[in-house]
């Protein structure tokens, strides 16, 4: 006897009394890192064996792919950053979305020096089963992987996905981003500040992506963001940082590390988001979309380890008028 489900999207037929444990089997999928959820609800992994599909449930199995951003080595004389207990040599994030290839993807990883990628939760490819696997080319014992929700609109997505998230990994260190709409990939902040509330309450650090508003993001901070991550501009555009002024406040009041997420198009915009005073900077497509991506990739870590010596070394004061290297006395 057979029941129908359906899997991932598609119909499918299985003998009946098939438990979760026995499809995840049959699909020869590796269980440590993928999560199943039926009928909109998690199957915890302990339970995978016990649960027995049924006639008509709705079965999704996801793992992580290329999507968001990532983190990379500063110089040794950087102090380093922490988040949510967890200590970084890195500043500079960057994504693995829009890569050419997972390779490619790697290769840039490594010039950036990276300590943390961010990967996006999606659904296993049942179809083709030769298509590689983000975690063949970046091992998680090598970079701390930081789930994020790109392509979430509603705080109700979100949840979803993280949860589904730290089911297939572990993971409770997480980047929270709701979006209002297609056009600006602009935060939705009334959404975003629900999400984090709820995140923080099921034991989840977050990381958010919010707009370069200093009352958003204090109202954040007061929700319990593990770190604030103001937007230098919108996503994927490659503008530089906006507002400077705003940023500049948020660093000023926050307790928590501040890093500037999306618009930054080349190098010397990641210097000046560090000579802001950020704990970091997170990027993907001006590494992605570049000429040569691994050579940005250098170029940016780089920027991001003399914009941060610059802000440490404290600049010189702005002046209006000239103010001369030498001494006028003496002349000859």
Not at 140 to 164: S, V
Not at 255 to 275: F, N, Q, R
Request: hydrophobic share 45%; charged share 25%; aromatic share 4%.
């Amino acid at each position: 006897m057979e029941i129908a489900i359906t899997l991932n999207g598609e119909p499918r037929r299985l003998a009946a009394g098939t438990s979760v444990d026995a499809l995840v089997l049959s699909l020869e999928l590796p269980p440590g890192r993928v999560a199943v959820e039926r009928n909109r609800e998690i199957v915890p992994r302990s339970q995978w064996g016990a649960a027995v599909l049924g006639e008509g449930d709705q079965v999704e199995i996801v793992h992580f792919v290329g999507g968001g951003q990532q983190a990379a080595q500063n110089s040794a004389q950087d102090d380093g950053w922490q988040v949510a207990g967890r200590r970084f040599r890195s500043r500079l994030i960057v994504g693995t979305g829009k890569y050419r290839d997972y390779a490619q993807n790697a290769a840039a990883a490594e010039a950036a020096g990276a300590d943390i990628v961010t990967v996006a939760v999606r659904r296993v490819n049942l179809t083709d089963r030769s298509q590689p696997m983000l975690t063949e080319f970046l091992d998680p014992a090598r970079f701390t992987y930081l789930p994020n929700t790109a392509g979430c609109f509603t705080a109700e997505d979100a949840l979803r996905t993280l949860r589904l998230a730290r089911e297939a990994g572990g993971w409770t260190l997480v980047k929270l981003e709701v979006l209002a709409d297609q056009k600006t990939l602009f935060p939705d902040v009334i959404e975003t500040i629900r999400a984090t509330e709820t995140l923080v309450k099921e034991g989840f650090d977050v990381m958010v992506y919010t707009s370069d508003d200093p009352v958003i993001a204090r109202r954040l901070e007061d929700a319990g963001a593990a770190a604030i991550m103001p937007l230098g501009a919108p996503i994927g555009s490659g503008l530089g940082i906006q507002n400077r002024v705003n940023i500049r406040l948020i660093v000023e009041q926050a307790k928590v590390p501040v890093l500037v997420d999306a618009g930054v198009g080349t190098a010397s915009d990641a210097a000046i988001a560090m000579e802001l005073g950020c704990d970091g900077v997170l990027m993907n497509t001006a590494i992605a979309e570049a000429k040569d991506p691994v050579r940005m990739a250098r170029a940016m870590k780089a920027a991001v380890e003399a914009g941060r010596d610059a802000y440490l070394a404290g600049r010189m004061p702005v002046r209006r008028y000239a103010d001369p290297s030498s001494p006028l006395a003496g002349l000859i």
